[in-house]
């Protein structure tokens, strides 16, 4: 017989990722049965510049609390080489802004984000545009009610240690690593909530995020910058997103006696 798990027995951590875990289930799932989504498969190398008002380093992707009273996070994806199906998306980019609620953790909050706009790069045509909307859903799981989507001109100048972001007429992310005690960056590998752009980052800090979107104003300094190289594929989405899959049911039940 299959029993449900006590919940009353669980911590309120462990009963917080229980439910990010159910819902990203719920969402994955949901993406598996689109059958209006296309079934090419892909893959992608490039580089994620990644910056959020926490300090550094962000704990979001430990499952705690933000610095502050929310996260405002953004992630910017530039594709140096790839493919969706026939579709080459060399030189192109896309990225995601989001902000988790008062009070919550992102991982916690998961589904109920307060806003959740991703960005596509203007240059790309319209099959290339198809393609970047569809890569957003494994690349940036839907974890607000709602996603608006917006098409814009997205930029980086690397200017010695200091990258700079633009997207479009709303934000600029600016940042750079910092030294860790021994040479080179520190890097954080297999952090808790890792998907497989995060396998692995460098950690760094801004010097300015800026976005003017989504009824935001943000103006940080000093706060969290990240940065990796990365190949993945649709493979490794898949196995991936299954693998969210099978601990959300084995979050819900416990083995049969």
Known sequence: ?????NLNRLSVKQTAFLAVLVTLGFALTSLAA?????????????????????????????TSMPSRMTCNGAQIIFISKGKYGKTPLDGLALAEFVQSPEGKS???????????????????????????????KHFFPEAAKGREIRYVPISRKIDGQEHTVTVGKYAVASGHLIEGGFAGAPVVKNPPLADPTHK????????????????????YENSNYMF??????????????????KKMAAMNTTPKK
């Open 1 to 5: 017989m299959t029993h449900l798990i």
């Open 34 to 62: 689109d059958s209006t989504a296309p079934k090419d498969s892909w893959k992608v190398s490039g580089e994620l510049e990644e910056a959020c008002s926490c300090n550094a380093p962000c704990g979001c992707w430990f």
């Open 106 to 136: 992102m991982f916690e909050s998961f589904g109920n984000w307060n806003f959740e706009y991703i960005y596509i790069d203007e240059k790309a045509n319209d099959d290339q545009r198809k393609a970047l909307v569809e890569l957003s």
């Open 200 to 219: 692995q980052y460098q950690q760094g800090q801004t010097t300015k995020l800026t976005y003017n979107d989504a009824k935001q104003d943000w103006k």
């Open 228 to 245: 990796n190289k990365f190949s993945t594929d649709s493979k490794e989405y898949e196995k991936f997103e299954a693998d969210m899959a």
